[in-house]
């Protein structure tokens, strides 16, 4: 399948059976391979991108793993780049010996793509957007940020949610997991999670007017519901229809529209397969169906196989286990960024002010020490994720989050259909950092200063923009637009400010 996006041409071969081959003879014998490795199970580790150059060395080039593989051709200007859309499960590699080249695959796809030098992640972007369409970027909530766990998962609880929702501007209160009796569930003789019959039937004392009270509740207050489920993925899918009729009926009956699926373990790739195969019939249910890819352990699609479905949830967090760090968020979605849309990732934002006490006092990086607003500017190129009991948010965050979310609301329809890059420096906690969103009439730049004495970023946009309108921010900010060049200075550490630059 041929497609040209945004200039930039790639072909897809599909369900490759082991190896994509190509005869290149000697066109790759000066090439510099950069390959991308995408790794999701955030619960085990902090880095979702990793990167490493290999030089090719008298036309061969060694075997080197990755999902994505670009190819740079000085000589010609031009690169290469390979995508392959693993699971986690599948680990691909690119090799070139005696020349042929050859991608790895295990039966999945392969995607090829050609474009002058210095383009080859807005490539990959590209093709991201040219399978995913989301409509608009979404606020979700979920209690299970604050570890409160199922004991307030109840029905009280969660209308206090939706009040707090509906005062912040969030979009989806999310139900986690507590809502069910969990009673059948067990692991098969693999050490694979089963949940069999009643495993799914509502707990009525925690419910006294019916699940189906919640929605109808939210509607009341402009706030939609989304549900947590675990699919029976064991026996490759054993109760498929069971599941499916669950989730209608929480669908049509109880009225959420938006599903996060949990505890994937997918060790073979008819496993996979079967997977995409449940995505699909969830968004049969309607063009207000939708899905959350839950991609924290295990082994499940990964950021690549799942790319047409939903939205990705990236990372568990908490300020409960100190393992929350502000800047750790921020620099896990700006690697993401460089090569899959935000558009496609949740990332999550907590209650700073909750287990302080878990933190080093003396720690200039511990989540309390920065402003609620600071934090949703921080991650709302993405899907931002309210990973908190909102209701015990302090009313001083109500108000800030409210401002910065009501003006996100008014600009996202624009970021959703940008095409979002990272820019300055990798985030570090010390650094000054941000995101360029090009869209078809402006170009939207947050930048974020960090713990730093550093204050002034120096971005080069080009000469095709007007004058730069400062849409939020929480410091003072003053802007200079000279022969193509942006200077803004901010006059505080822990600081943001979202630009707009029509074109």
């Given at each position: 399948?041929?497609?040209?996006?945004?200039?930039?041409?790639?072909?897809?071969?599909?369900?490759?059976?082991?190896?994509?081959?190509?005869?290149?003879?000697?066109?790759?014998?000066?090439?510099?391979?950069?390959?991308?490795?995408?790794?999701?199970?955030?619960?085990?580790?902090?880095?979702?991108?990793?990167?490493?150059?290999?030089?090719?060395?008298?036309?061969?080039?060694?075997?080197?793993?990755?999902?994505?593989?670009?190819?740079?051709?000085?000589?010609?200007?031009?690169?290469?780049?390979?995508?392959?859309?693993?699971?986690?499960?599948?680990?691909?590699?690119?090799?070139?010996?005696?020349?042929?080249?050859?991608?790895?695959?295990?039966?999945?796809?392969?995607?090829?793509?050609?474009?002058?030098?210095?383009?080859?992640?807005?490539?990959?972007?590209?093709?991201?957007?040219?399978?995913?369409?989301?409509?608009?970027?979404?606020?979700?909530?979920?209690?299970?940020?604050?570890?409160?766990?199922?004991?307030?998962?109840?029905?009280?609880?969660?209308?206090?949610?939706?009040?707090?929702?509906?005062?912040?501007?969030?979009?989806?209160?999310?139900?986690?997991?507590?809502?069910?009796?969990?009673?059948?569930?067990?692991?098969?003789?693999?050490?694979?999670?089963?949940?069999?019959?009643?495993?799914?039937?509502?707990?009525?004392?925690?419910?006294?007017?019916?699940?189906?009270?919640?929605?109808?509740?939210?509607?009341?207050?402009?706030?939609?519901?989304?549900?947590?489920?675990?699919?029976?993925?064991?026996?490759?899918?054993?109760?498929?229809?069971?599941?499916?009729?669950?989730?209608?009926?929480?669908?049509?009956?109880?009225?959420?529209?938006?599903?996060?699926?949990?505890?994937?373990?997918?060790?073979?790739?008819?496993?996979?397969?079967?997977?995409?195969?449940?995505?699909?019939?969830?968004?049969?249910?309607?063009?207000?169906?939708?899905?959350?890819?839950?991609?924290?352990?295990?082994?499940?699609?990964?950021?690549?196989?799942?790319?047409?479905?939903?939205?990705?949830?990236?990372?568990?967090?908490?300020t409960a286990w100190s393992n929350y760090y502000p800047h750790a968020t921020l620099r896990n979605l700006w690697r993401l960024s460089e090569y899959i849309p935000t558009s496609k990732l949740q990332m999550e934002l907590a209650n700073p002010c909750r287990f302080t006490e878990k933190y080093r006092s003396d720690d200039v990086l511990r989540p309390e020490t920065y402003g609620t607003d600071y934090l949703f500017a921080s991650v709302m190129v993405s899907n931002p994720l309210?990973?908190?009991?909102?209701?015990?948010?302090?009313?001083?965050?109500?108000?800030?989050?409210?401002?910065?979310?009501?003006?996100?609301?008014?600009?996202?329809?624009?970021?959703?259909?940008?095409?979002?890059?990272?820019?300055?420096?990798?985030?570090?906690?010390?650094?000054?950092?941000?995101?360029?969103?090009?869209?078809?009439?402006?170009?939207?730049?947050?930048?974020?200063?960090?713990?730093?004495?550093?204050?002034?970023?120096?971005?080069?946009?080009?000469?095709?923009?007007?004058?730069?309108?400062?849409?939020?921010?929480?410091?003072?900010?003053?802007?200079?637009?000279?022969?193509?060049?942006?200077?803004?200075?901010?006059?505080?550490?822990?600081?943001?400010?979202?630009?707009?630059?029509?074109?």
């Amino acid at each position: 399948m041929f497609s040209n996006v945004e200039g930039l041409q790639f072909c897809t071969y599909e369900n490759v059976s082991g190896a994509y081959t190509e005869e290149v003879g000697d066109r790759f014998g000066n090439a510099i391979l950069k390959a991308v490795r995408l790794r999701a199970a955030s619960d085990y580790h902090d880095t979702p991108v990793s990167e490493q150059t290999v030089y090719a060395f008298r036309g061969r080039l060694e075997r080197t793993e990755g999902h994505i593989f670009l190819l740079t051709l000085p000589a010609e200007g031009k690169s290469v780049v390979y995508i392959v859309p693993a699971p986690d499960i599948v680990v691909p590699a690119i090799s070139v010996e005696r020349g042929v080249l050859q991608v790895e695959c295990d039966g999945c796809s392969v995607v090829r793509g050609e474009c002058k030098s210095g383009k080859e992640a807005a490539l990959c972007r590209a093709w991201y957007r040219s399978v995913y369409h989301p409509k608009t970027l979404v606020a979700m909530s979920n209690t299970w940020g604050d570890r409160g766990g199922a004991a307030v998962v109840y029905e009280q609880f969660l209308l206090n949610e939706i009040d707090a929702a509906q005062r912040l501007g969030v979009d989806v209160m999310q139900v986690d997991a507590g809502w069910s009796k969990q009673t059948a569930g067990g692991t098969d003789a693999e050490g694979f999670r089963t949940f069999g019959d009643g495993h799914w039937d509502v707990v009525e004392e925690k419910f006294p007017h019916g699940i189906e009270s919640i929605t109808p509740y939210a509607t009341s207050r402009g706030v939609e519901t989304g549900l947590w489920f675990c699919p029976h993925c064991s026996e490759n899918y054993k109760y498929f229809d069971r599941d499916i009729a669950i989730l209608k009926h929480a669908h049509d009956a109880w009225g959420f529209h938006c599903f996060k699926l949990d505890a994937l373990q997918l060790n073979t790739m008819e496993k996979c397969r079967r997977t995409v195969d449940f995505l699909k019939a969830i968004l049969d249910f309607g063009e207000d169906a939708t899905v959350e890819l839950d991609v924290t352990a295990n082994q499940r699609l990964g950021f690549l196989m799942g790319a047409p479905y939903g939205k990705l949830f990236v990372e568990n967090r908490y300020t409960a286990w100190s393992n929350y760090y502000p800047h750790a968020t921020l620099r896990n979605l700006w690697r993401l960024s460089e090569y899959i849309p935000t558009s496609k990732l949740q990332m999550e934002l907590a209650n700073p002010c909750r287990f302080t006490e878990k933190y080093r006092s003396d720690d200039v990086l511990r989540p309390e020490t920065y402003g609620t607003d600071y934090l949703f500017a921080s991650v709302m190129v993405s899907n931002p994720l309210f990973w908190m009991e909102m209701q015990h948010l302090p009313e001083r965050e109500v108000e800030r989050l409210s401002l910065i979310v009501s003006v996100w609301k008014r600009y996202r329809d624009e970021l959703v259909r940008a095409d979002v890059r990272p820019i300055c420096e990798e985030p570090s906690g010390v650094s000054l950092t941000g995101f360029a969103a090009s869209a078809d009439d402006a170009l939207h730049l947050i930048l974020l200063r960090e713990v730093t004495d550093r204050d002034t970023f120096t971005v080069e946009i080009g000469e095709d923009f007007s004058a730069p309108v400062l849409i939020a921010s929480n410091a003072d900010a003053e802007m200079t637009l000279k022969g193509g060049t942006l200077t803004v200075r901010l006059s505080s550490p822990r600081a943001y400010a979202w630009i707009r630059i029509p074109r």
